[in-house]
């Protein structure tokens, strides 16, 4: 799901190039926030190594049941372990 993550937000941080280069000036210095960020993530779907994910429309949630947690921290990946099942 990392993949998903740096894909959009590379996406986010190309449109603000595009933009910059077409004479808009971008707010934030050209950098995606993060609510971009999120809303982003929340319409893609991805194809990943083992699996495809995407986003409820309603709640936003992953669907499916096999997710995992990961952290970024130093600059690497820490896997954190299975994801929390969601609230009703």
Same mark, same amino acid.
């Given at each position: 799901m990392a993949g998903l993550v740096a894909r #959009?937000? /590379?996406t986010l /941080? #190309? @449109?603000a190039v595009k933009e @910059?280069?077409?004479g808009v000036t971008p707010s934030g210095g050209g950098l995606p926030d993060r609510s971009a960020l999120t809303a982003a993530i929340a319409a893609a779907r991805y194809e990943g190594v083992s699996r495809s994910y995407?986003?409820?429309d309603e709640r936003q949630q992953l669907v499916g049941r096999d997710a995992h947690v990961y952290r970024v921290e130093d600059r690497s990946l820490r896997y954190l372990g299975p994801a929390p099942e969601p609230k009703s």
């Open positions: #959009e937000l /590379a /941080a #190309e @449109a @910059a280069s077409a995407a986003f409820d």
